[in-house]
């Protein structure tokens, strides 16, 4: 019985350990991006190239991934309302804007005093405004990217040429 009762309590014990423990977050691969990301994204109702050269993302110790890539969007309806389509398996606030797990279309317009992006997250699907934020230039030297997704910590930032959105991580 008390083996029995031991044996319980260690279990009890072990799941709430579980339970406890925070997502790892780290950056996801080439290869994981690439078998994430589609050649071709649904936007409204087009499929747009994807430059897969420019894949980002996170991945975390669940396998969730918050990713994103440039979309080729001339030719499309889509030129020059997007620029970015984003994949979320994780709740996160970027800027402010809180997304659900989905997939998202985004673009910005440089702002009037040249010192900010001004960004609007859609709905992929169906193109349905989400939320807008603003992205400060980043500070000191950094190198352009066309898109990157820092992992959480010291930047937990996604950078767009030299400017960065903060984001945090949601609960799931």
């Known amino acids: 019985m008390k083996k029995a ?18 997502p790892v977050w780290r950056q996801a691969t080439e290869a994981e991006l690439t078998s994430l990301l589609p050649a ?6 087009e499929h747009i190239e994807t430059e897969l050269r420019t894949a980002s993302g996170i991945v975390d110790n669940k396998g969730h991934f918050i990713a994103g890539v440039v979309l080729l969007t001339a030719g ?3 030129d020059g309302k997007y620029s970015h389509y984003l994949v979320v398996q994780a709740p996160v606030k970027i800027g402010g804007v809180a997304l659900k797990p989905g997939e998202y279309a985004f673009g910005w317009e440089r702002a009037k005093n040249h010192e900010a992006l001004n960004f609007h997250f859609n709905e992929a699907a169906n193109g349905a405004l989400v939320g807008t934020c603003e992205a400060a230039r980043m500070t000191g030297s950094s190198r352009v990217e066309s898109l ?5 910590g010291d930047k937990s930032v996604i950078q767009i040429g030299r400017f960065a959105i903060p984001y945090e991580l949601g609960e799931e």
């Not at 009762?5 to 925070?22: D, G, P």
């Not at 071709?40 to 109702?45: L, T, W």
């Not at 990157?148 to 959480?152: G, Q």
Request: hydrophobic share 55%.
């Open 76 to 78: 499309y309806s889509a």
């Open 40 to 45: 071709r994204a649904p936007v409204e109702k």
């Open 148 to 152: 990157r997704i820092w992992p959480p």
């Open 5 to 22: 009762v031991l044996f319980l309590f260690m279990l009890m014990l072990s799941y709430s350990f579980a339970v406890a423990q925070k």
